[in-house]
């Protein structure tokens, strides 16, 4: 190998480790996941955490990322020794961390690395993380809110994040699919949900505005619930009322917020719409606005504290002369049964 070739490899892998942080920092487990081999390897024995596999790795990255508050790394050079199309080196890092717990410290780490040169440039083979120092004292600092930074929650999400937040939710066992607006979803849903099944519609904005709500509850398609729940009266039919709400074949609903590493965040005053979207449905099918991606669970969270809950109240104030509350929260970060939910993310804003 000439000493061209030896600096131009060394520039690329130390390119390749400063990609990790980037990816890292970023919550891009796609571009993360990418920068292994097939095959690669991260494997963090104090956590400990061992994937093998692109496919584990971005999981693996989405388990964790998704318990962050926020999180702080900094790689710096290390060595890295040349051996034809494979090398072996060690990157340096430093990391200020939060979880979403209450956990926090400061840790100095090593990682040891094997790399392999590809058709796309140099990839991670393996990447052995070793802790060398750790301090679980509480952090002095915070992650400050400037009020420039502040996001609107009223804003349609970019074309990248809406993939990102899509390819996550794929990762998590949803099926996920980004549509151009709500004309796309209303035909959708009804290429997603057949005729004669029993549906159940969540009460949302979204679901009036697009016109699903109608589509559903209106007509002899479907077998609608929420027309049945109303005829019936609550004072002597309650139980039949929690029965026909909680196991439909198809439960149809919004959201508070759809997070970039996964998650969806469901929310209810009374709770009665929850468990058929928790798993009692036997499908379920989310229809979500652009506004509505976040990057995380916690922004996800003040979402629905700061900007969907009063828009609620005050239409449920207007409606039933009652403001509305976050009583019951449904988080689902993963589907047990992939393939049961259906997560339909447009391109526009539309509803809370």
Same mark, same amino acid.
């Given at each position: 190998?000439?000493?061209?070739?030896?600096?131009?490899?060394?520039?690329?892998?130390?390119?390749?480790?400063?990609?990790?942080?980037?990816?890292?920092?970023?919550?891009?487990?796609?571009?993360?996941?990418?920068?292994?081999?097939?095959?690669?390897?991260?494997?963090?024995?104090?956590?400990?955490?061992?994937?093998?596999?692109?496919?584990?790795?971005?999981?693996?990255?989405?388990?964790?990322q998704?318990?962050?508050?926020?999180?702080?790394?900094?790689?710096?050079?290390?060595?890295?020794?040349?051996?034809?199309?494979?090398?072996?080196?060690?990157?340096?890092?430093?990391?200020l961390?939060?979880?979403?717990?209450?956990?926090?410290?400061?840790?100095?780490?090593?990682?040891?690395?094997?790399?392999?040169?590809?058709?796309?440039?140099?990839?991670?083979?393996?990447?052995?993380y070793?802790?060398?120092?750790?301090?679980?004292?509480?952090?002095?600092?915070?992650?400050?809110?400037?009020?420039?930074?502040?996001?609107?929650? %009223?804003?349609?999400?970019? !074309? =990248?994040? #809406?993939?990102? *937040? /899509? +390819? &996550?939710?794929? %990762?998590?066992?949803?099926? !996920? =699919?980004? #549509?151009?607006? *709500? /004309? +796309? &979803?209303?035909?959708?849903v009804?290429?997603?949900?057949?005729?004669?099944?029993?549906?159940?519609?969540?009460?949302?904005?979204?679901?009036?505005?697009?016109?699903?709500?109608?589509d559903?509850?209106?007509?002899?398609?479907?077998?609608?619930?929420?027309?049945?729940?109303?005829?019936?009266?609550?004072?002597?039919?309650?139980?039949?009322i929690?029965?026909?709400?909680?196991?439909?074949?198809?439960?149809?609903?919004?959201?508070?917020?759809?997070?970039?590493?996964?998650?969806?965040?469901?929310?209810?005053?009374?709770?009665?719409?929850?468990?058929?979207?928790?798993?009692?449905?036997?499908?379920?099918?989310?229809?979500?606005?652009?506004?509505?991606?976040?990057?995380?669970?916690?922004?996800?969270?003040?979402?629905?504290?700061?900007?969907?809950?009063?828009?609620?109240?005050?239409?449920?104030?207007?409606?039933?002369?009652?403001?509305?509350?976050?009583?019951?929260l449904?988080?689902?970060?993963?589907?047990?049964?992939?393939?049961?939910?259906?997560?339909?993310?447009?391109?526009?804003?539309?509803?809370?």
């Amino acid at each position: 190998m000439n000493d061209f070739q030896a600096v131009a490899d060394r520039v690329e892998i130390e390119a390749l480790r400063g990609e990790f942080t980037d990816a890292a920092m970023m919550r891009d487990r796609p571009r993360l996941a990418a920068l292994f081999t097939p095959d690669g390897a991260l494997r963090m024995p104090n956590i400990p955490v061992e994937l093998v596999g692109r496919e584990a790795i971005l999981a693996g990255g989405e388990r964790l990322q998704r318990q962050w508050d926020f999180f702080v790394q900094t790689t710096h050079p290390g060595t890295i020794v040349l051996d034809g199309d494979t090398a072996t080196g060690r990157a340096y890092i430093q990391e200020l961390a939060r979880t979403l717990d209450g956990r926090e410290g400061l840790n100095f780490a090593v990682y040891h690395d094997r790399y392999q040169r590809t058709g796309d440039g140099w990839r991670f083979a393996e990447r052995v993380y070793e802790v060398r120092y750790l301090d679980t004292s509480p952090l002095a600092g915070s992650a400050p809110a400037l009020p420039s930074a502040a996001p609107s929650f %009223a804003d349609p999400a970019p !074309a =990248e994040r #809406l993939e990102r *937040a /899509a +390819a &996550a939710l794929r %990762a998590n066992g949803f099926a !996920a =699919e980004v #549509l151009d607006d *709500a /004309a +796309a &979803a209303r035909a959708r849903v009804k290429d997603l949900v057949p005729a004669g099944a029993s549906v159940f519609t969540g009460a949302s904005e979204t679901l009036r505005l697009s016109g699903i709500d109608e589509d559903i509850n209106t007509g002899d398609r479907y077998d609608a619930i929420r027309p049945r729940v109303l005829a019936i009266d609550r004072a002597t039919g309650a139980d039949e009322i929690r029965r026909l709400v909680a196991s439909p074949d198809y439960v149809v609903n919004s959201v508070a917020a759809v997070t970039e590493t996964g998650s969806l965040v469901l929310a209810s005053a009374s709770g009665s719409q929850l468990p058929a979207n928790a798993g009692g449905a036997a499908h379920a099918v989310w229809i979500a606005g652009a506004q509505k991606v976040v990057p995380d669970l916690s922004t996800a969270l003040r979402r629905l504290e700061e900007h969907a809950l009063p828009l609620e109240s005050a239409r449920a104030q207007a409606v039933y002369g009652v403001p509305s509350a976050v009583n019951r929260l449904l988080i689902l970060n993963a589907d047990h049964h992939p393939g049961r939910g259906t997560v339909l993310l447009l391109r526009e804003a539309i509803g809370y």
